[in-house]
């Protein structure tokens, strides 16, 4: 029996009754619904640190500004902004509060902490969803599939958290220094930066999830290049197709400066060329397996 057969053997043996499918289901997504309540209620106990570790880069940003002098021309090093953020260099000791957030509706923190508490959720159950995901497909899946299908449950994962990093350690410290940069005191005429509470904490969400989720461009691709549905030649004459839209993707979900444009499409540039290689030796791994399983036919 080749290896085809087997696997044909292997599904046929696990097919099931459309009912005890729809059980199964059922089980799996009580179990996700679980998990992101049990998800939201310990992110919503920590609801407070959690929002005072999102306002950081902020507060970073605002203490070399305020150190530089303030105004529309004060200016920092990248490197001291970036390494203040993670906590690797000591912020300018500043007189006052170095960051003020305001909130003008009277539940508008209650809300800004749920919605804190649901995205957190998502976070920290993803490990279960994904399992039950993978759990609930896996009987329809040959057995080399469940095999290449399992490393993305890890590097899906990681792949947003490295997204997730380049917002909070890189992105969010420019960004609100630009911001502040852009104030105006002088000639009797005051304008300076006081976010919402609420503003705020939905652009570090948004740009969470939109570094987060186009970081899983290799996963994608890769997945893709598994089934079949693209090749490594493709995408390599696809290249400067895919620069264009990896320059118009960012120009749409990154706040409207070249400074976010740039954090974001670079280094989408740089992981469609690791999908190429990714899905290369795919194809080499598959040319190699339907040799030898050829030549044990």
Not at 146 to 155: D, N, Q, S, T, V
Request: charged content about 15%.
């Amino acid at each position: 029996m080749s290896r085809t057969d087997h696997d044909e053997a292997e599904i046929e043996a696990s097919r099931a009754p459309l009912m005890d499918h729809l059980i199964e289901l059922r089980s799996r997504l009580l179990v996700c619904v679980v998990a992101f309540i049990l998800g939201f209620i310990l992110c919503f106990s920590f609801s407070e640190p959690i929002y005072i570790f999102l306002v950081k880069p902020f507060a970073a940003a605002a203490a070399f500004h305020q150190a530089a002098g303030g105004g529309g021309h004060a200016s920092v090093s990248p490197l001291d902004l970036i390494l203040g953020t993670a906590g690797l260099k000591p912020l300018p000791l500043i007189d006052g509060q170095t960051v003020n957030l305001i909130y003008t509706a009277p539940l508008e923190i209650l809300f800004t902490k749920m919605k804190l508490a649901g995205f957190g959720a998502v976070i920290v159950a993803f490990p279960i969803l994904a399992w039950q995901l993978y759990r609930f497909v896996a009987p329809g899946l040959y057995r080399n599939e469940r095999g290449a299908f399992l490393p993305f449950l890890i590097a899906a994962p990681l792949l947003f958290l490295l997204g997730a990093a380049l917002v909070y350690f890189v992105m969010l410290p420019f960004v609100m220094w630009f911001s502040l940069s852009q104030g105006i005191d002088q000639a009797g005429v005051s304008a300076a930066l006081l976010p919402k509470v609420s503003e705020y904490m939905n652009l570090v969400t948004a740009l969470i999830l939109a570094f987060g989720l186009c970081f899983q461009l290799p996963v994608v691709m890769t997945l893709l290049g598994l089934a079949g549905i693209i090749s490594a030649k493709t995408m390599a004459e696809g290249r400067r197709y895919a620069i264009v839209a990896v320059v118009v993707l960012a120009a749409i979900v990154t706040p409207p400066d070249p400074i976010s444009q740039l954090m974001l499409a670079v280094p989408l540039v740089l992981l469609y060329e690791v999908s190429i290689w990714c899905v290369r030796l795919i194809e080499m791994r598959r040319k190699k397996a339907d040799e030898a399983e050829g030549l044990a036919a």
